[in-house]
Nanobody
């Protein structure tokens, strides 16, 4: 079992920045690919970014490329999502998730990000 806890959400103005953190409770954190997802009101949950266990493989949704940066610190069992140039359409609950193979098996409770116009 892996427990994930997000933090760092909040209210920010358009153009502002936030850094989300995800703390993982597992001794084998480096084995897990970490992902960030988000869900806006009335919308389906959507992929934002992922980072492989080694940190060598990274990908982003087109909507956040160039603005968001995913990273991890395996020594601290932490994953991060740096969000810059935030837009109102980035408003959502953000979740971190972990997977060993193909499916994200573990999810956090989510943290609210609200971007005011």
């Amino acid at each position: 079992q892996v427990q994930l806890e997000e933090s760092g959400g909040g209210l920010v103005q358009t153009g502002g920045s936030l850094r989300l953190s995800c703390a993982a409770s597992t001794r084998s954190f480096a084995s897990y690919t970490m992902g960030w997802f988000r869900q806006a009101p009335g919308e389906d949950r959507e992929f934002v970014a992922f980072i492989s266990g080694s940190g060598l493989n990274i990908d982003y949704a087109d909507s956040v490329k160039g603005r968001f940066t995913i990273s991890r610190d395996n020594a601290k069992n932490m994953a991060y999502l740096q969000m810059n140039s935030l837009k109102p359409e980035d408003t959502a609950v953000y979740y971190c998730a972990a997977r060993l193979l193909y499916n994200y098996e573990y999810w956090g409770q989510g943290t609210q990000v609200t971007v005011s116009s």
